[in-house]
């Protein structure tokens, strides 16, 4: 893919922010591109074409349960990862009122889950954010000590998505039942990446986002365990089974199945690939550069993920020197989200701010090869001394 | 998302570095909010005769204190106080209405190094 392209001033491009986003693969693109104008039916309409698209989006289901090991009934398609989340804890929330008022999360959540969770608060419910460990992983006795008689739900996250770090999901999800409590897992970084047995791991409810797996943005499911109740987020029609009204986007959807398809297929040899790639990358900037660490469990983490902060250094400044060397890759400090304080992440994982500030993300993909990392590791210790040298502090 | 002339004095800052024995010098901001500028100056008749600065943090971080430099090198010490945020953020041609704040302090910076001065050289410090 991007992985030889130059571009005209000569200089190498390497994409490194597959976290944030990954492209469409041709083999995807090619399955969507049908169902745009030629078999653009209605899956709801009893006629021919509604037909064509209904069967499209039932084999898209089907590929889609058969990543996580679901059935396909237990698919709900929504419009991303945001959004099935928002279905799986708003409407457990509600669904199960009666029941009781309490939800536990994690304080390292992505904004999807956690600005949920603050809105329920603010609904009346209780929510509590369970701290975690200087990797950012969560210790699942803090899961169990922390339900009560009102707990309706726990929801934890999988690959952790800004510093890679893989949760305790399935020994959660044993306390979880243990407990009657409903169970859901946010697996947008991991899905496709590393497997995933729903049944294995006594998830009730599980988010994928399609865009970060090689399919098309504006995609995603929600496994929703069979016999799980939910209330609907969105109404209108009886679409996925009155759980999420709106004519089903029947591209996306048949891109993600296909993503999802191809994923499964080539998991075991491509994590492998990643690992490698992705230990290069981490050996290769901690032995060349002094005072650099790596945030994130590390070896509990997800294949393509690496995290790491320059001490004495500002992290967008880091990336716009990367930038300019072809090399895109994201960062934790809070002058590139636009807020004041850095990552709540880094922070909950008590990383000091200066140290959250000089966090660097590079999150690997099918793109990139040996050599977009021999590149990386060339290029980043002269942008880092000379930034260093500026820099107020050592 | 930046300027040409913002990643000019980023690429390129100038005046990077701190004045031995500096007669002033100011530092802003603290490594929560992820910005922190340090200017130091010598001052010869009542002129900034040479300026430095070191900066942890962003591309508008560095760059405004590359041009506050740039600004006020040469000039009086009450000409020096005038220079405002506002004017080093216009004399880069803008800066992205996020970045105004906490990544626009180098004035700042200098004027705490204009006062320290003062404060050290009470007889001539009216020039
Ligand atoms: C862990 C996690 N959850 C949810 C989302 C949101 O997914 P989407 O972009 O499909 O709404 C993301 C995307 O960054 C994510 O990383
Ligand atoms: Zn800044």
């Known amino acids: 893919m991007t992985s030889d392209s130059e571009n005209k001033a000569g200089v190498r491009r390497v994409y490194l922010d597959h976290s944030a986003t990954t492209p469409v693969r041709a083999e995807v693109m090619g ?59 708003r409407g457990t929330a509600w669904h199960k009122r009666s029941k009781g008022n309490h939800l536990i999360t994690s304080s390292v959540e ?16 209780k929510v509590t954010y369970l701290p975690v ?34 949760e305790p999901v399935r020994e959660i999800g044993q306390i979880a039942r243990r407990h009657g409590v409903t169970f859901h897992v946010d697996a947008v970084q991991s899905a496709g990446k590393i ?45 996925e089974r009155g759980l999420r009204a709106g004519t089903e986007n029947v591209p996306g959807i048949v891109g993600f199945g296909e993503a999802c398809r191809l994923a499964k297929e080539e998991m075991p040899e491509e994590s492998l690939r990643l690992t490698r790639l992705r230990d290069r990358l981490i050996g290769g900037i901690l032995d060349s550069i002094p005072d650099t660490v790596l945030n994130g469990h590390p070896t509990i983490r997800l294949p393509h993920h ?86 107020v502090f050592r | 998302m930046y300027n040409d002339k913002v990643m000019d004095h980023f690429m390129n800052p100038r005046n990077v570095g701190e004045i031995q024995d500096a007669d002033g010098a100011g530092q802003v901001g603290n490594p929560v909010c992820g910005d922190v500028m340090r200017i130091t100056i010598r001052v010869e008749d009542g002129k900034i005769a040479d300026i430095k600065f070191r900066t942890f943090g962003c591309g508008a971080a560095i760059a405004t204190s590359s041009m506050v430099t740039e600004l006020v090198k ?30 626009n302090l180098a004035a700042d910076a200098l004027h705490k190094a204009i006062e320290d001065y003062r404060a050290k050289h009470p007889a001539n410090s009216g020039a």
Request: glycine residues 10%; negative net charge; contains cysteine.
């Open chain 1, 31 to 89: 399955a969507m591109m049908p169902y745009f104008a030629g078999q653009f039916g209605n899956p709801s309409s009893i006629h021919r074409w509604g037909r064509e698209a209904r069967a499209a989006v039932e084999d898209a289901r089907a590929k889609v349960a058969s990543l996580i090991g679901a059935a396909p009934q237990e698919i709900i398609f929504t419009s991303g990862g945001t959004e099935a989340d928002n279905l799986a804890i």
């Open chain 1, 110 to 125: 992505h904004h999807a889950v956690l600005h949920t969770c603050e809105t329920l608060e603010k609904e009346g419910f």
């Open chain 1, 133 to 166: 460990d200087k990797y950012g992983m969560i210790d699942p006795e803090d899961v169990e000590k922390a339900i009560t008689d009102e707990t309706i739900l726990i929801t934890i996250m999988h690959g952790q998505n800004e510093v890679g770090t893989i």
């Open chain 1, 195 to 239: 497997p995933i047995d729903v049944s294995d791991m006594n998830i009730d409810l599980l988010t994928m986002s399609s865009h970060k797996m090689y399919g098309p943005k504006g995609v995603g499911a929600l496994y929703v365990r069979k016999g799980v109740r939910l209330s609907p987020q969105a109404t209108g029609g009886s679409h």
């Open chain 1, 306 to 391: 690496v995290n790491i902060s320059f001490k004495f250094i500002e992290g967008e400044s880091i990336l716009l020197n990367l930038d300019l060397m072809g090399i895109g890759a994201s960062s934790g400090s809070a002058c590139t989200s636009g807020s004041l304080e850095p990552s709540h992440v880094l922070l909950a994982m008590g990383l000091p701010h200066e140290l959250a500030h000089g966090s660097v993300r590079m999150t690997l993909g099918k793109g990139n090869s040996e050599e977009d990392i021999d590149y990386v590791i060339s290029v980043l210790p002269p942008i880092v001394s000379k930034l260093r040298d500026m820099s």
């Open chain 2, 74 to 103: 040469g000039l009086t010490l009450d000409e020096a106080m005038e220079v405002s945020n506002k004017a080093v953020a216009e004399a880069l041609g803008g800066l992205p209405a996020q970045k105004m704040h906490c990544s």
